[in-house]
């Protein structure tokens, strides 16, 4: 039972435009969520994080934007670059449920130059 | 050291025999996760420690996996009698919290032929 999912396995996107990269969950109970960045052979980075008060959170180039009625997040990258190019895994978790996290099955992002 | 360590880096076994892994993790993080992703899914929780309370073993897929954390720190997960289908990449992330994120290893690839 995937409780969190990426629904576009893939995106491309041309240098200095935006990427979108959406994420959606089930559970309601969900009260954080983090984006993490993940290049081949490499394990995950933390990328930006979001808890369920904000639905906004922006960190240089990067804004997480978080819709709780629609149990929907997404993450923004402003303007693309080629380096941005990995797969992006979203995680959320749940407080009360001890803090593990669950993650989405990915989206790989290509910035094409 | 710096970041999360996980040895072996690769790890060729053949069926039945037994595994093990080691995650050493960032110095003072109370809390670490295994993790593991097989060829095209998503990161798929197996186990969680935090501080001195009990693991959430409740990702591990069956009863040839287990995993322990000696004295807070390193922690090693082994499967006994391996199968084809535990071939994966194993990843080990540990943290001080949600709000920090968590740092992962680079992940111990595992083929079992």
């Known amino acids: 039972d995937q409780q969190v999912k990426q629904n576009s396995p893939s995106l491309s996107v041309q240098e200095g435009r935006i990427s979108i990269l959406n994420c959606d969950y089930t559970?309601?109970?969900?009260?954080?969520f983090l984006w993490y960045k993940k290049y081949p052979a490499e394990g995950p980075t933390f990328l930006i994080s979001i808890s369920s008060i904000k639905d906004k959170n922006e960190d240089g180039r990067f804004t997480v934007f978080l819709n709780k009625s629609a149990k929907h997040l997404s993450l923004h990258i402003v303007p693309s670059q080629p380096g941005d190019s990995a797969v992006y895994f979203c995680a959320a978790s749940a407080y009360r449920s001890g803090n593990q996290f669950y993650f989405g099955t990915g989206t790989s992002l290509t910035v094409i130059p | 050291g710096a970041g999360v360590s996980q040895s072996p880096s690769n790890k060729v076994t053949e069926k039945g025999k037994d595994v093990e892994l080691r995650c050493d993790p960032i110095s003072g993080h109370t809390a670490l996760y295994w993790y593991r992703q097989s060829l095209g899914q998503g990161l798929e929780f197996l186990i969680y420690?935090?501080?001195?309370?009990?693991?959430?073993k409740s990702g591990l897929p069956s009863d040839r996996f287990s995993a322990e954390r000696t004295g807070g720190s390193v922690s090693t997960l082994t499967i006994q009698r391996t199968q084809q289908e535990d071939s994966a990449v194993y990843l080990c992330?540990?943290?001080?919290?949600?709000?920090?994120?968590?740092?992962f290893g680079s992940g111990t690839r595992l083929t079992v032929v």
């Open positions: 559970n309601s109970m969900f009260d954080y």
């Open positions: 992330a540990s943290g001080q919290g949600s709000s920090y994120g968590y740092t």
């Open positions: 420690f935090q501080g001195n309370s009990a693991p959430d």
